[in-house]
């Protein structure tokens, strides 16, 4: 008989968990998520062009089963860096679902309004896996951690920069025209 008690991972109540105290993947509600927007985008990309059904449209459909397929794959590994390269792996497929949903917004073949809500699943995945990621970090001893996992207490209304994210933006005051 298995016993359960609720616990807390990644900001997801999960209501059960085994008594040698891990979880399945299927447990993990990004993983469900992850595997629903699967299904979804099959559902959408089979509506395009033909010409695009081994071209983008499958692109789509591949890296979109690729971000759970990616979790699943490392989630019995018993090394924790493996588990972590899962997740960084589940993430690098996401945002590729997302590239591959932009250009067939681009293309003509979804809407604007299509696009930003899938593109919102996803971000909400991508979101999802970072605290995951957080978590299993902390499962390694400090000294051996790739970054830092503690994090400033953050004030209401303060005017910090932000953390960095995406591409670096260009600082154009220096720099003169071509000529």
């Known amino acids: 008989m298995v016993s359960g008690f609720s616990v807390q991972v990644s900001g997801v109540r999960v209501s059960t968990v085994k008594k040698n105290n891990y979880l399945d993947v299927e447990d993990l509600e990004v993983y469900k998520?992850?595997?629903?927007?699967?299904i979804d985008i099959c559902d959408l990309t089979h509506k395009w062009p033909q010409e695009?059904?081994?071209?983008?449209?499958?692109?789509?459909?591949?890296?979109?089963?690729?971000?759970?397929?990616?979790?699943?794959?490392?989630?019995?590994?018993?090394?924790?860096?493996?588990?972590?390269?899962?997740?960084?792996?589940?993430?690098a497929e996401a945002n590729e679902t997302i590239h591959h949903l932009?250009?067939?917004?681009?293309?003509?073949?979804?809407?604007?309004?299509?696009?930003?809500e899938f593109r919102g699943r996803y971000k909400e995945c991508i979101r999802m896996l970072n605290g995951l990621e957080k978590t299993l970090e902390r499962k390694?001893?400090?000294r051996e951690r790739r970054w830092q996992v503690s994090e400033?207490?953050?004030?209401?209304?303060?005017?910090?920069?932000?953390?960095?994210?995406?591409?670096?933006?260009?600082?154009?005051?220096n720099l003169t025209p071509d000529t």
């Not at 499958?58 to 397929?69: D, G, H, M, T």
């Not at 067939?104 to 930003?116: C, D, F, N, R, S």
């Not at 932000?162 to 591409?167: I, L, V």
Request: with cysteine.
């Open 33 to 38: 998520k992850l595997c629903r927007l699967h």
């Open 52 to 91: 695009e059904k081994y071209e983008l449209g499958s692109q789509a459909r591949r890296s979109s089963n690729s971000a759970p397929a990616q979790l699943a794959e490392k989630n019995d590994d018993r090394h924790v860096r493996n588990k972590i390269e899962g997740v960084n792996h589940s993430r």
């Open 102 to 116: 932009f250009m067939a917004k681009l293309k003509g073949y979804i809407t604007e309004q299509v696009y930003l």
């Open 140 to 142: 390694i001893p400090e």
């Open 152 to 173: 400033k207490s953050a004030v209401y209304g303060a005017n910090d920069e932000p953390p960095f994210q995406g591409w670096p933006i260009a600082d154009t005051r």
